[in-house]
């Protein structure tokens, strides 16, 4: 998290008073006037960053608002209730990258991770797969128009069959269970 893209909608409640900033010292009003300007955007958290933030800083994903960078030095947390905690920015990057390795995937981030993935080994192939069904992560595999065969994913591993009713054959990747279709990789034309 070297880099902060301010994006996140602004509750109607979060609005500069102006007596609220006509008494603030001139320090606090450049805050002030920034919180605002990252709060009236669109929000580039994802909840896994927030997952992370929350767990450096121990409090709730759900009342971190947005982080920024400032000046290069400072990562600034703010938080919906208004408030900010200023953090500095190398020790912060070394906090994100040890609870990145240690926290778990949820299970939507993990659909989230597998999908790419699938859809990664599909243009490998020349494939175009259809909608996916989250809740057997199971799609239809398709090249030129006609049915390959089915390839999912559930808490084991990948699997494949050429048709609704069979055997599932399984590996480790979508790239090696597409293969075991008998499908080969896709030549430029």
């Known amino acids: 998290m070297t880099h902060s893209t301010h994006t996140q909608q602004a509750p109607s409640s979060f609005k500069l008073n102006q007596t609220t900033f006509a008494d603030a010292p001139s320090k606090d009003k450049q805050a002030l006037v920034q919180a605002e300007a990252v709060a009236s955007t669109q929000d580039p958290l994802t909840s896994r960053d927030r997952r992370i933030i929350a767990e450096i800083i121990e409090v709730q994903p759900e009342s971190i608002r947005t982080i920024w960078i400032e000046g290069g030095i400072t990562v600034w947390v703010q938080f ?3 408030g900010r905690l200023p953090f500095d920015r190398n020790w ?3 906090r ?4 990145k390795a240690t926290l778990p995937e949820t299970p939507l981030e993990r659909n989230e991770r597998l999908s790419d993935e699938l859809e990664k080994a599909c243009t490998v192939f020349g494939l175009y797969h259809g909608e996916i069904d989250w809740l057997s992560f199971s799609t239809k595999l398709y090249r030129d128009g006609h049915f390959v065969g089915f390839v999912g994913c559930n808490h084991q591993a990948w699997y494949a069959r050429p048709r609704q009713y069979g055997v599932n054959r399984i590996a480790g990747s979508a790239k090696d269970v597409i ?3 008998g499908v080969r990789t896709a030549v430029a034309a």
């Open 80 to 82: 919906f209730d208004g």
């Open 92 to 94: 912060f990057a070394t």
């Open 96 to 99: 994100v990258a040890e609870v």
């Open 179 to 181: 293969a075991s279709l």
